[in-house]
T-cell receptor, first 110, second 115 residues
């Protein structure tokens, strides 16, 4: 079992729809969770982080964390073509080690 | 702030040659990470440092890979000898203290091609 897993993708949604990205992790000791966006040929950039169970909202983005289920998700409301990118889930586990998931490619169709 | 600086941005070398990648983290950041990204394996953590001390190098694929951080403003990742399967984008990232919820700031990456 991989340490961090994500929707295999690619995920396609129409413009204006909600995009839902999912991530599961294996280390129950994990403390912090991050969502990064990576455009093709660019480096990852942070969208959101969350470390408490529940929801965290920032503009069109909502991160959801359920530590009991070892599950974290990212919702993108009113998806825009500029949201088309690969989304990486990152988990900080034991000993401050950060592991990235394989990423989910999102395509927003105008 | 200039952000995390990496050099070179592109490197093409022949199999068997030594390759050195360089990274300057953001001033004041205590943590420095080296990642490798390929289509097949995604973003892999190779090694990370805290206050210039290597904390976990379990991701370093083989003895051909080595990393150093002689001071707070400079780190190198060396591959000797290089092989075609080392071709990837290598990212350096730094993170400020305290780190529990702090993001990592990535450099632009070095695209390595080994022929």
């Amino acid at each position: 079992q991989k340490e961090v897993e994500q929707n295999s993708g690619p995920l396609s949604v129409p413009e204006g729809a909600i995009a839902s990205l999912n991530c599961t992790y294996s280390d129950r000791g994990s403390q912090s969770f991050f969502w990064y966006r990576q455009y093709s040929g660019k480096s990852p950039e942070l969208i959101m982080f969350i470390y408490s169970n529940g929801d965290k909202e920032d503009g069109r983005f909502t991160a959801q964390l359920n530590k009991a289920s070892q599950y974290v998700s990212l919702l993108i409301r009113d998806s825009q073509p500029s949201d088309s990118a690969t989304y990486l889930c990152a988990v900080k586990g034991s000993y401050d080690k950060v592991i990235f998931g394989p990423g989910t490619s999102l395509s927003v169709i105008p | 702030d200039a952000g995390v600086i990496q050099s070179p941005r592109h490197e093409v070398t022949e199999m068997g040659q030594e390759v050195t990648l360089r990274c300057k983290p953001i001033s004041g950041h205590d943590y420095l990470f080296w990642y490798r990204q390929t289509m097949m394996r995604g973003l892999e953590l190779l090694i990370y440092f805290n206050n210039n001390v290597p904390i976990d190098d379990s991701g370093m694929p083989e003895d051909r890979f080595s990393a150093k951080m002689p001071n707070a403003s400079f780190s190198t990742l060396k591959i000797q000898p290089s092989e075609p399967r080392d071709s990837a984008v290598y990212f350096c990232a730094s993170s400020p203290p305290p780190w529990q919820a702090s993001e990592q700031y990535f450099g632009p990456g070095t695209r390595l091609t080994v022929t």
